[in-house]
């Protein structure tokens, strides 16, 4: 099926620990995104990437470190230095013709 | 940065009833999605509309781009229809950064 897949759906780490959230997609998409939802409230952009081995910034990048070495593929860590990160985290991509962007089904990250 | 101001934050209905949600934005756009973000989190895409009409069932939605604003119509509400409403936005300016507004919260009573 085709699709944006993100794993795991649930994962919890200690305080302190750095943990990766992966996200995969087979739409042939350029930009990916990854966005944070804290409970009640709306959809926060942490990075996004318009192309292979390129990313950017966006409102809420501080923590937080992305790569993108392949177009299919773009995980995101949660470093010790963020100091909130339990939170809904999810991945987005669009394509470059037609900037309609579809979203993955999230991972929920609960620091102890 | 654009900023995306959603309207009204909460809105309670009886099922049946109809309702339009708002959202207003404050720069020229490239893209405007509307999204419904159902029970267990997931982002349930509803329309891609930049400027113009779209009708999909029992919703439509409007952009008029030109007055930077669109509404989504949501007609003989069912409960199915609960959740988080959310508008976002990719500015003239960004190709490719997606903004979102905060959200309508609908709660569909039977």
């Known amino acids: 099926d085709g699709g944006i897949t993100q794993s795991p759906k649930y994962l919890f780490r200690k305080e302190g620990q750095n943990v990766t959230l992966s996200c995969e997609q087979n739409?042939?998409?350029?930009?990916m995104y990854w966005y944070r939802q804290d409970p009640g409230q709306g959809l926060r952009l942490i990075y996004y990437?318009?192309?292979?081995?390129?990313?950017q910034k966006g409102d809420i990048a501080e923590g937080y470190s992305v790569s993108r070495e392949k177009k299919e593929s773009f995980p995101l860590t949660v470093t010790s230095a963020q100091k909130n990160p339990t939170a809904f985290y999810l991945c987005?991509?669009?394509?470059?013709?037609?900037?309609?962007?579809?979203f993955g089904q999230g991972t929920r990250l609960t620091v102890v | 940065g654009i900023q995306v101001e959603q309207s009204p934050p909460d809105l309670i209905l009886q099922e049946g009833a109809n309702s339009t949600l708002r959202c207003n934005f404050s720069?020229?756009?490239?893209?405007l999605q509307w999204f419904h973000q159902n029970p267990w989190g997931q982002l349930i895409n509803l329309f891609y509309?930049?400027?113009g009409t779209k009708q999909n069932g029992r919703l439509s939605a409007t952009t008029v781009a030109t007055e930077r604003y669109s509404l989504l119509y949501i007609s003989s509400s069912q409960t199915t229809d609960s959740g988080v409403y959310f508008c976002?936005?990719?500015?003239?300016?960004?190709?490719?950064?997606?903004?979102f507004g905060k959200g309508t919260l609908l709660t569909v009573n039977p």
């Open positions: 990437s318009q192309i292979v081995n390129d990313f």
């Open positions: 987005a991509s669009s394509s470059r013709n037609r900037a309609e962007a579809f």
């Open positions: 720069d020229s756009v490239n893209n």
């Open positions: 509309i930049p400027s």
């Open positions: 739409l042939n998409h350029d930009a």
């Open positions: 976002a936005v990719i500015s003239g300016g960004s190709n490719y950064k997606l903004t």
